[in-house]
């Protein structure tokens, strides 16, 4: 008698959810590896992007770094330096102006004199022209009469436009006799950055904004401004106020990078928004969970799979059990039910054999029979032809002793056609 296995006990899914609270902590070094990867990657980025624009602000101000001091030995300028009252040399020297500007693309060129009055410049014909401007107060112009290179950058007075100053002094005989400026429309330089997410931020040596691509940060300082620096902004005046509003930005909102321009003390920072990172971070938290919930589920499906395996090796066991028994079963009525099989065989077998004899002694008599009717069937035959055979020898005897040979003859000639008609017979018979 077989016996029934006891089923396996069901899984409960709180396990399930026991193992998803254990494995959820293994979130948190997916965020931390997702955000190390995107940061390096936005960060690689931004850098290529900053590499970019700093080269080309460099590239564009060093275009016209020697202007200045290859324009001064100019002899149409230096004629209007000694000339200055002479309108037709002024003339000329504006014209000139003009000239090198469009060709060389710079947004305004003129010359001042020792006292930092401009006497010619190439905006002379418009309504915002330097012609006749003091710019004695500007740094730039201090710097060159110095002897350096002067650089500067602020708001100009006269056009209100934002422009980067070259400086250089126009010298003879070891002294100063003018000075010749440049200045640099940087507008462009914003427009280069276009539409993107993050955003351009070029602070001079005082912190404030000079360059954005938000209008909105413009002039806005961003650190507190000393009384030096204070003070310096107010004789220099290179912003439209002296007192630049702070920029109020949130540390964590903004991913910055920075690099310093040491030929112009500028400061350019590209500023990613903190949104740019967070979102591929957020997106690969999300696959992680959804990994995690696959890996919940599939070890569910495991576990029900294994209960229904087992469930089926149980019914399986009982199946067998069954089975075996009533193959037993089976098997002794099949041994009862070969011998008496095995017993007809031999019976039949003996009825057989028997049959075999009766049939093979009557194949023997009917052939027996066969060859009976076959005889008396030849001798009948055979009897007739010999019997006439006999008659016409002894008629052909007879009729040769009476000297009729022809009707002898004729008797030998039926003699022939009967021994010919014998030996058809013989013939159809072997055949």
């Known amino acids: 008698m077989s016996t029934t296995p006891a089923s396996p006990r069901r899984p409960r899914w709180r396990s399930l959810l026991l193992l998803a609270l254990l494995l959820a902590p293994l979130l948190w070094p997916v965020h931390y590896l997702a955000e190390r990867y995107y940061r390096e990657v936005l960060i690689e980025q931004n850098r290529q992007t ?69 006497l010619a410049a190439s905006n002379w014909d418009k309504p915002d022209s330097f012609v006749a401007g003091n710019f004695a ?119 910055t990078q920075s690099r310093a321009l040491e030929e112009t003390g500028w400061t350019v920072s590209i500023l990613a928004p903190r949104i740019l990172l967070d979102r591929p971070v957020r997106s690969a938290v999300a696959v992680g969970a959804a990994a995690l919930l696959a890996l919940l589920l599939l070890l569910g499906l495991l576990m029900q799979r294994r209960r229904h395996y087992l469930e089926r090796i149980a019914l399986d066991s009982r199946a067998k059990a069954e089975l075996e028994q009533r193959v037993a079963e089976r098997t002794h009525d099949l041994e009862l039910l070969n011998s008496r099989l095995k017993q007809e065989v031999l019976e039949r077998e003996q009825a057989q054999q028997e049959l075999v004899r009766a049939q093979d002694e009557l194949v023997q008599a009917g052939k027996l029979s066969a060859l009976g009717t076959m005889s008396a069937s030849i001798s009948h035959e055979l009897n007739q032809p010999l019997a006439a055979i006999r008659s016409y020898a002894e008629n052909a005897a007879t009729l040769l002793d009476h000297q009729r040979g022809e009707d002898a003859r004729a008797n030998l000639k039926l003699i022939s056609e009967l021994t010919e008609r014998m030996a058809s017979i013989i013939a159809h018979l072997r055949a």
Request: net charge neutral.
């Open 137 to 255: 107060f500007r740094p730039y112009f201090r710097e060159a009469l110095a002897g350096r290179l002067g650089r500067f950058f602020g708001l100009g007075t006269t056009s209100g436009k934002r422009g980067y100053y070259f400086a250089y002094a126009v010298r003879e005989n070891q002294q100063n006799i003018g000075a010749l400026v440049v200045k640099v429309d940087l507008d462009h330089t914003e427009t280069l950055w276009g539409n993107t997410p993050e955003q351009l931020l070029v602070t001079d040596t005082n912190g404030v904004v000079i360059l954005t691509s938000r209008p909105d940060w413009r002039f806005h300082a961003s650190r507190p401004l000393d009384r030096v620096e204070q003070a310096a902004i107010a004789a220099n005046q290179p912003y439209p106020t002296q007192a630049p509003p702070a920029l109020n930005l949130d540390p964590g909102a903004w991913l």
């Open 50 to 118: 900053l590499d970019l624009y700093v080269a080309n602000l460099l590239g564009t101000l060093r275009r016209y770094e020697v202007l200045p001091q290859i324009l001064g030995d100019l002899p149409g300028l230096r004629a209007a330096l000694h000339a200055p009252d002479d309108p037709a040399v002024l003339d000329s020297a504006n014209r000139l102006l003009t000239r090198v500007r469009e060709q060389t693309g710079a947004d305004v060129i003129y010359l001042m004199t020792p006292r930092g009055v401009t």
